[in-house]
């Protein structure tokens, strides 16, 4: 505003002390319908320019006399002049408002903030203010979305980087309401800046999350899902806060936890993650420069929030073994869950994520047909709920499972979803009485296996499994997922069995232990080692490998016409993780051009570990995501470390006391 009250222009004092006291600001009480039109060009730079244009529409709807030309030609003046970022936000918050202007006054208003938002003179605020205004009135028109999407496409990089974030959330909006592919495409260029990488990378998320909800089969709907939690991870961790990116990221992984079926503690982290992300996107969304109109963003991580809630209240109780208060557990998880496309999510009554969810739940009641008593005594008593059509549903389901069931029965359990290799002995042309013998066989191998493995074994089991399923190989390929489970069990057991055996009970270990001429061994001795173990526990391995990637692969195991390699290395200097990620994983992930796109890296470890002792075997296994450019799927490496140049027990202790001397 100008420095003193006579450098203001007659009109503005006017408006000035109307607005002070109170008064209606009609366009008599500012002159005339030639001084307001006299006066546009000082008005169109003027702060109080939004209150000048209120009553300048109230005009054009209101006076037969004022011709269109003359409406437009005033209005068009009043628009141009608009530069400074507050004036812009109030203006264009009061215009949208006001629709529809008069005349040809949205044509207008939509060409004006479209050509601010491609003026470089303006600040970068000010034409990202002026980009989103055009995006509202886009919205309702096609010719001005083409209008608008040619202009997003045309951003460079080098543009100013607070117009550059903002574009970058407009390309994730416009994809959504207009499905235009190469917006995604530059969403992508915009990952590739540091200060974009948060806000692409978050509207990339969404678009996946968009393909997953609409997706018409199960593996191309989780597919989705998981890529769509990969883009939401690398929004949060582009900056330091960012609670709707690590919300969706949350929710994803409660929703991955219910379809694997894998509860443990995990669970109530990522639940807590979920409330502290809500209670900051809640404050983050009542600040003065979050725009009103990303409500719907708003509605929608409130819908995704009470989805991740009544999974977990689902999670809790749907394998219990009694139910409490049934009436709550059928209305406020199992049904609300069963009909979540339409009930949490606010979509169509049917939808991929219904078919996604209802399975589990459809098992567990067919299978405990107690569930199934209680779920009808409820139907009975409420006919006319909201969930009435949904409880029907879910008995027909369960009839339809048990009348499968009973059909394809057999003396194993297989058809009932026990374990998968209780289903592979039923393909076998083996009579029913040697089908359960082979059954308590394997069943009893398997219990003492796991009876005696150390918690230390399962608890990093466990941890590189939950990675590994956050994977779309892992999670949509059971060929894949078979595959690298086997291979990180008999891999850990190796770890295992290495660490603890001594050179006298098995002398082929004798090459991780301090050699005699003081020299390092080879890789090939671990490689022939690892080799032997895994052969004599998994068929379909074999060692040197020609024509994989290119190459020739270390080891390389198969299920059907899946294939995983385990690389062998050995290191001399510098054994941390990210060194040996650094040096090795180009050439590991390279073995997954064409099959899983999941590895292992087996390292010799001959630094040496002096007087400190073998290291835990925690810290020698690490899995870890790896991005290569141009790639919409990570690849993922599991690190696993074989210390070597070891000292035995006693060996130790005389180290140290030479030290002492």
């Not at 997954?592 to 292992?600: I, T």
């Amino acid at each position: 505003m100008p420095g003193s009250w006579d450098d203001l222009h007659p009109i503005e004092r006017k408006l000035i002390a109307l607005l002070e006291s109170s008064e209606r600001v009609t366009i008599e009480s500012l002159g005339s319908v030639n001084d307001v039109a006299s006066a546009a060009g000082v008005l169109s730079v003027s702060p109080l320019l939004p209150a000048a244009l209120s009553v300048y529409l109230d005009l054009g709807r209101q006076v037969p006399s004022l011709g269109q030309v003359e409406f437009e030609a005033v209005f068009k003046t009043l628009l141009e002049g608009a530069t400074d970022e507050f004036v812009l936000t109030e203006l264009v918050d009061q215009l949208d408002a006001e629709r529809p202007l008069p005349f040809a006054g949205d044509e207008i208003c939509f060409s004006s903030l479209l050509a601010k938002a491609g003026d470089g003179r303006l600040s970068g605020l000010a034409r990202g203010i002026a980009l989103e205004g055009s995006f509202r009135w886009a919205v309702s028109n096609r010719r001005w979305q083409l209008k608008l999407i040619d202009h997003l496409l045309g951003l460079s990089a080098t543009e100013n980087i607070d117009l550059l974030r903002r574009s970058a959330k407009l390309c994730g909006l416009a994809h959504a309401n207009w499905n235009e592919d190469g917006l995604l495409a530059k969403l992508r260029e915009l990952c590739a800046i540091a200060d974009c990488a948060a806000d692409a990378s978050f509207e990339l998320g969404m678009a996946s999350l968009g393909d997953g909800l609409n997706a018409t089969g199960i593996p191309t709907a989780t597919a989705a899902f998981l890529e769509a939690r990969s883009w939401f991870a690398m929004s949060a961790e582009s900056t330091e806060i960012n609670p709707e990116a690590e919300l969706f990221r949350s929710c994803l992984d409660v929703l991955n936890i219910y379809l694997l079926g894998q509860e443990n503690g995990h669970i109530q982290e990522t639940l807590t993650r979920i409330s502290t992300s809500a209670f900051e996107l809640d404050a983050w969304f009542g600040r003065s420069n979050v725009p009103q109109w990303l409500g719907a963003r708003r509605l929608q991580s409130l819908h995704w929030s009470q989805l991740a809630l009544a999974l977990d209240g689902l999670i809790q109780h749907i394998d219990a073994a009694s139910w409490w208060e049934p009436a709550a557990i059928i209305e406020k998880y199992v049904l609300a869950v069963y009909s979540a496309n339409r009930t949490i999510l606010g979509r169509s009554n049917d939808g991929i994520l219904n078919v996604i969810l209802r399975p589990r739940i459809v098992a567990s009641l067919a299978t405990h047909l107690w569930r199934a008593h209680l779920l009808k005594t409820w139907v009975t008593q409420n006919l006319r709920h909201e969930y009435a059509a949904e409880a029907n549903a879910l008995l027909s389901d369960i009839d339809l499972l048990i009348a499968d069931r009973e059909v394809n029965s057999n003396p194993t359990d297989a058809a009932i979803g026990q374990d998968p290799f209780v289903a592979l002995i039923d393909k076998r042309h083996l009579p029913d009485s040697a089908k359960a013998t082979m059954v308590q066989l394997i069943s009893n191998a398997l219990a003492l296996h796991i009876d005696n493995m150390t918690q230390t074994e399962i608890d990093t089991l466990l941890d590189v499994r939950d990675t590994a399923s956050t994977f779309p190989d892992h999670q949509t390929n059971p060929h894949a997922r078979r595959l690298f489970d086997t291979i990180l069990v008999w891999l850990l057991r190796f770890l295992t069995v290495r660490l603890e055996l001594t050179q006298a009970d098995d002398p082929t270990g004798q090459y991780l232990f301090r050699q005699i001429d003081g020299k390092n061994v080879s890789e090939d001795l671990l490689q022939h080692d690892f080799f032997r173990f895994l052969a004599a526990n998994l068929a379909g391995a074999d060692i040197e490998a020609d024509n994989v990637g290119s190459g020739r692969a270390d080891i390389r195991s198969r299920s059907s016409s899946e294939r995983i390699v385990v690389e062998v290395k050995r290191e001399l200097r510098d054994a941390s993780f990210d060194s040996l990620a650094s040096a090795y994983q180009a050439q590991t992930t390279d073995y997954q051009n064409v099959s899983v796109r999941m590895g292992f890296l087996l390292v010799l470890d001959l630094t040496s570990v002096g007087g400190e002792g073998t290291p835990h075997l925690r810290t020698l296994v690490q899995a870890r995501s790896v991005r290569r450019s141009g790639e919409n799927f990570s690849r993922l490496i599991v690190i696993v470390k074989i210390p070597g140049n070891r000292n035995r027990p006693s060996d130790l202790t005389k180290l140290a006391k030479k030290r002492k001397k």
